[in-house]
Nanobody
Framework: QPQLVESGGGLVQPGNSLRLSCAAS?????????????MNWFRQVPGKEREAVSC????????EYDDSVKGRFTISRDNAKNTMYLQMNSLKPEDTAVYYC????????????????WGRGTLVTVSS
């Protein structure tokens, strides 16, 4: 059974950087390998809906970003290591949220309901 595990969250001051990782397991070559899934980052603040942050296609050639993070966040993936990353620079207090990684077959999507697999999340707190 495919699993996703996020790491790298924590407390950081405004303006500083943080890198999140998402480790994937269980995506076997005999079924559907990790490379056919887009990898996505979402975030959620208590009391609000989960929102899309970024997406990267299977081969890593296409990336998408929400306008709120464009120019500050960079998504990447290393399929050989079964790991996806989110480099977050110039962090703002409004970036505070639980960050989730998710996998979706073939295409990027901003819709929570379109994701096939989810991690459990990692908390990012941006505060002085």
């Amino acid at each position: 059974q495919p699993q996703l595990v996020e790491s790298g969250g924590g407390l950081v001051q405004p303006g500083n950087s943080l890198r999140l990782s998402c480790a994937a397991s269980g995506f076997t070559a005999s079924e559907l390998p990790l490379g056919v899934y887009t990898m996505n980052w979402f975030r959620q603040v208590p009391g609000k809906e989960r929102e899309a942050v970024s997406c990267i296609t299977g081969g890593g050639l296409v990336t998408e970003y929400d306008d709120s993070v464009k120019g500050r966040f960079t998504i990447s993936r290393d399929n050989a290591k079964n790991t996806m990353y989110l480099q977050m620079n110039s962090l703002k207090p409004e970036d505070t949220a639980v960050y989730y990684c998710a996998a979706r077959f073939l295409r990027c999507s901003r819709e929570v309901k379109h994701m096939n697999y989810w991690g459990r999340g990692t908390l990012v707190t941006v505060s002085s």
